[in-house]
């Protein structure tokens, strides 16, 4: 069965009240006061449309959702919780919890919190939350509530060694979807004929520690990432790890492409950089980041790294993207650096960049067209 992650919609508004109503009479709350509690707990199109709510589908059909709300002093309240009894303790609900705090952190919070149901601290505890005091419970008397709250890590990291070996199983998600991905990716084709299924390798299993990235990438189509992608990441597993080329100018201005129009991520702002391919892994089965990084660089560039001088190595964590980005310090001031490789991305064949754009303040990362993990990178190099 498919599991897809999607923004919550109005339309969703029954299909989410039949979830929370379902989810919490599991707990085995007398049905006398469920009935009471559903009178007054429903999910109404204009509620969904104040939350910021993700849906998971099995199949198309919803069978759990979450929904925060965001405060001015920089918390988010994750409000709703719930999966039906049918798809309980299957990971969705990890997922979505994790995918919530993803979208706070994204956005700039540092604090996600909630009121637990009174059985539920332990999962909560279990995810990195941790009480701060509690509430009396309606639906159990003499019984408390946990209020807990999660402080979200910071998003970018030196990294001091990259320690990557490739697996030699096919990659679960594209094994147990293979026609649905066929499909997904013939559409998207139509829409992007530009789009190639080439080969690419994603992070399956991994650690960071103390400055150290370790762990296991996996081989699989670009048509089966695209799906997974698009599908909302729907999984904790799997992490769409690539690296990155920052580009800093003698004013410490940082160069970020412009992707174009025919490309599967048209009209993004983020530093130059690619997928990891088959070509990065080594005769030992390691994987060389940073000659993925030097090729991408140079390919839509055509800079060589042999003509920058290397600078800061860092990791900066997005949900389920991770960016491994290398810092590239230039001797050419940033225009001209940026007339020279809109010149060269004109003249490739693939032209990936649609333009360059030169970001010197904090305030230049305003732009909603820059993706989450590129402005965290930007704050981090520009504070």
């Known amino acids: 069965m498919s599991l897809k992650l999607r923004p919550a919609r109005p339309e969703d508004a029954l299909a989410l009240t039949t979830i929370m109503h379902l989810a919490k009479a599991s707990w085995g709350y007398p049905e006398e006061l469920m009935r009471e509690w559903r ?129 030699g199983q096919p990659w679960a998600f594209e094994a147990a979807n293979k026609a649905a991905i066929s499909e997904y990716f013939a559409e998207k084709q139509r829409q992007i004929p530009e789009l190639w299924n080439g080969r690419t390798l994603k992070l399956t299993d991994h650690r960071f520690e103390d400055g150290v990235l370790s762990g296991t990438c996996t081989e699989c189509s670009y048509a089966a990432f695209l799906t997974w992608r698009d599908w909302g990441a729907p999984n904790l597993t799997t992490f769409n790890l690539f690296g990155s080329a920052v580009l800093r100018s003698p004013e410490g201005a940082l160069l970020y492409g412009v992707m174009s129009p025919h490309t599967a991520t048209a009209g993004l702002i983020y530093p130059m950089g690619g997928n990891l391919d088959p070509s990065d892994i080594t005769n030992s089965g390691s994987i060389d980041m940073q000659a993925s990084i030097s090729r991408e660089l140079e390919e839509e560039t055509g800079l060589s790294t042999h003509q920058l001088k290397h600078g800061e190595l860092l990791i900066i964590f997005d949900g389920a993207r991770i960016s491994v980005s290398q810092v590239f310090d230039c001797d050419r001031p940033a225009e001209d650096l940026r007339a020279a490789i809109n010149v060269h991305s004109k003249a490739s064949a693939e032209q990936e960049l649609a333009d360059v754009r030169i970001i010197k303040t904090l305030d230049d990362l305003d732009d909603p067209a820059i993706v989450p993990y590129a402005r965290d990178l930007g704050r981090y190099l520009l504070a």
């Open 39 to 167: 009178k007054h707990w429903q999910i109404t199109p204009d509620l969904l449309l104040e939350l910021d709510g993700i849906v998971a589908e099995k199949d198309g059909t919803p069978v759990a959702f979450s929904g925060a709300k965001h405060d001015a002093n920089g918390r988010v309240d994750l409000d709703y919780l719930y999966v039906a009894p049918q798809v309980q303790k299957s990971g969705i609900g990890a997922l979505l919890l994790m995918r919530s705090e993803d979208r706070a952190r994204q956005q700039g919070y540092t604090k996600i919190a909630l009121r637990s149901e009174v059985n539920a601290g332990g999962f909560y505890e279990r995810c990195g939350y941790e009480t701060t005091g509690h509430e009396p419970s309606q639906m159990a008397p003499g019984r408390f509530m946990p209020l807990m709250e999660k402080r979200l890590q910071p998003a970018v990291y030196p990294v001091s060694k990259i320690d990557l070996t490739i697996s």
